[in-house]
């Protein structure tokens, strides 16, 4: 009798754990599907066709600097303004978030896995990958760089991403602080009349150090059919013209182009 | 009304040109609202990103003539205007149309280009 029991006992745990299994995989398979697929080419939202514009590049916000942020800022364009230095000029990305808010002249690509989302801006091939779920580390074990690093979560249908580990950087347009940290939250919004697909991205830049305030704008992108995304190599002609000298010096013919 | 098409195309084609520029350095430089034709002969091309490098050898009554170093969009919107590297070769005689250099010296960004086969890449034509 008290093998029975323990026969129903057993009985009855596989099948709560089944039970609970199954609950977890309904709701992971209903959550997955909420999740929208923002794989794809982008561009600049432009709105509908014949609608005198819409909010493009950067809508709202505004950079309240600190005094020592307007200071760094000033001392950069005093010593550049009118010149051809920048960093684009040097091959070098705009970074977060110049890198996201500038992105759509040049097309951004999006290329999204479960555990894992790339975003490629065209423009000096600077990628950004958002680390999902167990793929996140901490992030204090990464260098600090211009994109920083970001881990995203989703809730509902929105990729939360959250980035932090920013180098100090005056020579953008959204200067920050090496304390900033970065929310976006992407979406997909409502289509243009065409049918054509329009993802939206709430920002939200918070820096103790450089910002008065956080700098909170939308960014907007509308989805390019049939379209290539291309490469984007740029130093090349520095090497071209280090190789150029060393064979003039050496009296030797370039055959490289 | 016609002359103001010709002002909204000019000024259309050059930002089609230069709409991207700022993500690489600042413009100031140029003077994009005085665009000009410059005619020379293609010392050297070269279709890169971020710029454009075009040397052209110019002609012309006030400085005689030598080669001027221009720069122009990156090799990926080129190509999505149209622009091919095989639509001119060194030696060439192209025109141009250029926002030029505010303080005066040779050079400039380049807005069109005409190639010697005729064909526009951009407005190079209307009131300079």
């Known amino acids: 009798m008290p093998k029975t029991k323990s026969l129903i006992r057993f009985g009855a745990h596989i099948a709560i754990t089944s039970i609970a299994l199954f609950g977890m995989l ?60 920048g960093a684009g000029n040097s091959c070098v990305g705009g970074g977060m978030p110049g890198s996201m808010l500038g992105s759509g002249g040049y097309p951004m690509e999006i290329i999204q896995r479960p555990e894992q989302v790339f975003v490629i801006y065209e423009a000096h091939t600077e990628i950004r990958r958002f680390y999902i779920g167990n793929e996140a580390e901490n992030p204090d074990s990464f260098f600090p760089e211009r994109n920083g690093y970001s881990s995203a979560h989703w809730e509902g249908d929105r990729l939360i991403v959250e980035t932090t580990r920013l180098k100090t950087q005056v020579d953008s347009r959204y200067p920050h602080s090496n304390q900033a940290s970065i929310r976006e939250e992407y979406y997909i919004d409502e289509p243009l009349t065409d049918g ?13 150090v450089w910002l008065e305030e956080p700098l909170v704008t939308t960014k907007r992108w509308q989805a390019l059919s049939d379209y290539h995304v291309l490469t984007y190599e740029c130093s090349e002609p520095v090497w071209l013209d280090e190789m150029e000298a060393l064979y003039e010096e050496a009296g030797l013919e370039m055959v490289q182009e | ?58 002609t012309d009554d006030a400085r005689g003539t030598r080669d001027i170093e ?35 010296e040779d050079g400039g960004y380049v807005t069109a280009l005409r190639t010697p086969s005729g064909e526009e890449i951009g407005r190079v034509s209307g009131a300079d």
Do not use: C
Not at chain 1, 61 to 67: F, H, Q, S, V, Y
Not at chain 1, 197 to 202: E, G, K, T, W
């Open chain 1, 26 to 85: 309904l709701s992971s398979i209903a959550t997955a599907a909420e999740r929208p697929d923002f794989t794809g080419a982008w561009t600049t939202y432009r709105g509908n066709p014949g609608a005198a514009g819409g909010p493009s590049r950067f809508m709202g916000g505004e950079l309240k600097l600190t005094p020592e942020a307007a200071k760094a800022r000033q001392d950069f364009i005093s010593i550049t303004e009118g010149t051809n230095h």
């Open chain 1, 196 to 208: 054509t697909r329009v993802l939206a991205a709430d920002l939200t830049m918070t820096d103790p």
């Open chain 2, 1 to 58: 009304m016609k002359t103001f098409i010709k002002f909204t195309a000019v000024i259309a084609t050059t930002l089609l040109f230069s709409v991207s520029l700022y993500a690489h350095h600042s413009a100031a430089q140029f003077d994009f609202g005085n665009t000009v034709l410059v005619e020379g002969k293609v010392m050297e091309v070269r279709f890169a990103n971020p710029h454009l490098r075009l040397i052209l050898e110019v």
């Open chain 2, 70 to 104: 221009f720069e122009g969009h990156s090799r990926n919107n080129m190509r999505r205007q149209g622009l091919m590297p095989d639509m001119f070769i060194e030696g060439d005689a192209v025109t141009i149309r250029i926002a030029p250099m505010r303080n005066g």
